[in-house]
């Protein structure tokens, strides 16, 4: 079956323009997390969405960051007045949701590059 | 930083040396997961260890958790040159779904 996908897979924009971020999980997952990558780092929790409760936020790094999850499936993030730190892969993942925890499928990322 | 600690944060052994990487968190988890990184293939989740588990195995890694002492090992067994990756430890956050990830340890085997 389909994995998780997003796009674009890179995207190139000046400093201060707003860009938009999609992800596709995997159907039927209900969490969906959102995770930014800076080269030769660790991953930085930024939000995820269980079902339909509210999405924990508490990882966006300043209000410029936004994401919503439309139907409980596709999620858009979005970086209004992009800054050169925003630079970074931005990694979207998705789990079936289950209460003990469980395993998170990664899609490939999208690279942002602010100019 | 919301990360926890890993090390070491970087190694390099033969092939056919074991390899072992520690994760050390602070706060109360549900599970303890362990995640590899290469340019190949992306992240992949290895193996999920729950709080109330003190080992797991799959296939030739094994992964202790001591919630006592709030650590996490992975042990590697016979290495070869196809686990030259980045490992990542990851903490389920008690109360919710929120995952934390390590900074990783950059392992290297050379054939």
């Known amino acids: 079956g389909a994995g998780v996908s997003q796009s674009p897979s890179n995207k190139v924009t000046e400093k201060g323009k707003d860009v938009e971020l999609r992800c596709d999980p995997i159907?039927?997952?209900?969490?969906l997390y959102w995770y930014r990558q800076s080269l030769g780092q660790g991953l930085e929790f930024l939000i995820y969405?269980?079902?339909?409760?509210?999405?924990?936020k508490s990882g966006l790094p300043s209000d410029r960051f936004s994401a919503e999850r439309t139907g409980g499936s596709v999620s858009t993030l979005t970086i209004q007045r992009t800054q050169q730190e925003d630079s970074a892969v931005y990694l979207c993942?998705?789990?079936?949701?289950?209460?003990?925890?469980?395993?998170?499928?990664f899609g490939p990322g999208t690279r942002l590059t602010v100019l | 930083s919301q990360q926890g600690e890993e090390d070491p944060q970087a190694l390099s052994i033969q092939e056919g040396e074991n390899a072992t990487m520690n994760c050390s968190y602070k706060?109360?988890?549900?599970?303890l997961q362990w995640y590899r990184q290469n340019s190949g293939r992306g992240l992949v989740h290895l193996i999920l260890?729950?709080?109330?588990?003190r080992e797991k195995h799959s296939g030739r890694l094994r992964v202790t958790l001591d919630t006592s002492k709030k650590s996490s090992s992975l042990l590697i067994t016979a290495s070869r040159a196809a686990d030259t990756a980045s490992y990542f430890c990851?903490?389920?956050?008690?109360?919710?779904?929120?995952?934390?990830f390590g900074a990783g340890t950059r392992l290297f085997v050379k054939a």
């Open positions: 993942a998705s789990s079936p949701g289950l209460a003990e925890g469980n395993e998170q499928f």
């Open positions: 159907s039927g997952h209900t969490a």
């Open positions: 969405f269980q079902g339909n409760s509210a999405p924990d």
């Open positions: 706060t109360s988890i549900n599970n």
């Open positions: 260890i729950r709080s109330n588990e």
């Open positions: 990851a903490r389920g956050e008690a109360g919710g779904f929120k995952t934390i």
